[in-house]
């Protein structure tokens, strides 16, 4: 009977993950303008990006914006000396503006660790879901270069555009995050009535003015994020309740409580933008159709390749935010990440979030920098790289170069020194190898061969003491 009911349950769990990727892959819509296929094309062959999210919350190291939404769910809890009454913890978190001063601010230091980590691209936070703009806008105060923001006064108060314009000189691509949904516009959450959950607090069908000047004034913030930036490549929508009714999927649990039609217009949007910034990737994120040109499964990989371009968002700590101590994931555990990830077709994209005083924590640079020495040794095998079946075999990932007829063999470690067995055996149909090496070490490997299992032996002065670190990536040239 046990042993029933845990099949029954195993095949429930496995119908599940069929429906959610099913339900990814399936409703992608394929850009038809030609630069946009460029751009994604070009975005697809970077893997490994950098996420930040930062803003004055980062000085009470508490979550981005979720404590403001007054729904019950565990990242919503408000916590400190206003956490009894809601009102007054709004003001208070809202008032973070007016000491908000990261006076450490560099981003030529950010950059650097970022592109000796192997780093291709950057997503930035210009405004999360509580409304703080972290760039210039004209359509609030409540933003970084407002007087009300003791950093206003400081050459670099600009900070969205001295992100962009740093990681732009080193060839970055450029990402603006951009909430749709904004808990601090009166147009969003009207004062008249008490925010209820994270969506609009009005029905914009009943107050359709007050919508529109929700609309105007997203377009409008938008528009000012294309036009001033320099050149932006993904416009990073988060915020996915922000929709038209039409597409709500009630299979999703949280899509369930969206009651009202939230439509912002994206056509409208997009080709604003786009006329400003040509080939722009748009990732409305969740709102499958012609403005999600690539999916973004969050803290967590997807088990098989995707049909269509996809990036998974991770943290490198616990949380989005700065956290004064968060626990940083390990090199091995990065570099596991990565490669589970690029041998799946997608690209990572991994968040730092920076602390109050404008730096992150010294435990995100010497992770970066561990992240580049094994990238430096193997990256040919990620860079520029497609999904190859069978894609994995054990603690074995394969990746294939795209344009070239060789396979990379990624054998993770379990520990930071690589400790390779005297015999390795991969499974790898319809090729004819030639030649087989092992990457960052200056000898040839011994291998046979034969209907599709190749056999590497591995010499005793090579199994330890090796100097290779986190995965050993054999290069199997056909
Ligand atoms: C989650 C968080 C949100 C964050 C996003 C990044 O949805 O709730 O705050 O911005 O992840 O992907």
Request: contains cysteine; positive net charge.
């Amino acid at each position: 009977m046990k042993k029933l009911s845990l099949v029954l349950l195993l095949l429930v769990q496995f119908k599940i993950l069929l429906a959610q990727e099913h339900q990814q892959s399936k409703n992608y819509v394929a850009p038809t303008d030609a630069l946009v296929q460029a751009n994604l094309h070009k975005w697809q062959q970077l893997k490994f990006g950098l996420f930040m999210h930062w803003g004055p919350y980062s000085q009470w190291g508490v979550v981005e914006s979720w404590s403001l939404c007054p729904e019950d769910e565990g990242w919503t809890q408000r916590k400190g000396p206003y956490g009894a009454d809601y009102n007054a913890y709004k003001k208070a978190y809202e008032n973070l503006q007016t000491s908000f001063n990261p006076v450490k601010f560099n981003p030529d230091k950010w950059v650097k660790a970022a592109k000796e980590a192997g780093m291709k691209y950057v997503v930035f936070t210009t405004k999360h879901h509580d409304g703080f703009c972290m760039f210039d806008t004209k359509e609030t105060d409540y933003r970084i270069t407002s007087t009300k923001t003791p950093y206003s006064s400081n050459p670099k108060s600009n900070v969205t555009k001295e992100i962009f314009n740093a990681f732009s000189k080193e060839n970055f691509m450029i990402g603006a995050y951009f909430s749709k949904p904004d808990w601090h516009s009166e147009n969003y959450w009207w004062p008249y009535f008490p925010p209820k959950d994270r969506n609009v607090n009005y029905d914009p069908a009943k107050y359709p003015d007050k919508w529109q000047k929700f609309k105007d004034f997203t377009y409008n913030q938008i528009g000012e994020l294309m036009s001033n930036y320099g050149k932006v490549d993904i416009l990073w929508l988060d915020g996915g309740w922000v929709r038209p009714k039409k597409t709500i999927n009630t299979e999703v649990n949280w899509q369930k409580s969206i009651t009202f039609n939230q439509d912002i217009d994206m056509p409208r949007i997009a080709a604003m933008a786009r006329e400003k910034q040509p080939g722009l990737i748009v990732v409305d994120r969740t709102v499958a159709g012609p403005y999600e040109n690539y999916t973004t499964p969050e803290q967590q990989v997807p088990n098989s390749p995707l049909d269509h371009p996809w990036e998974s968002c991770i943290t490198m700590g616990n949380s989005w935010s700065y956290v004064p101590g968060d626990k940083y994931k390990s090199a091995n555990e990065i570099i596991t990440l990565l490669i589970k990830i690029v041998s799946r077709g997608g690209n990572l994209l991994m968040n730092i979030g920076p602390g109050p005083d404008g730096d992150w924590d010294p435990v995100a640079y010497s992770r970066l920098q561990q992240v580049g020495s094994w990238i430096k040794v193997n990256g040919e095998g990620i860079y520029n790289s497609t999904a190859v079946a069978p894609y994995s075999e054990g603690s074995t990932y394969y990746t294939k170069a795209a344009n070239s007829n060789t396979i990379y063999a990624f054998v993770i470690s379990a520990q930071d020194a690589v400790i390779l067995p005297s015999n390795i055996t991969l499974h790898l149909k319809d090729i004819k190898v030639k030649n087989i090496t092992l990457l960052g070490v200056h000898k040839k490997a011994k291998w046979t061969a034969n209907d599709g299992t190749i056999n590497i032996s591995i010499p005793a002065a090579l199994q330890t003491n090796n100097g290779l670190t986190q995965a050993a990536v054999f290069k199997i040239q056909y």
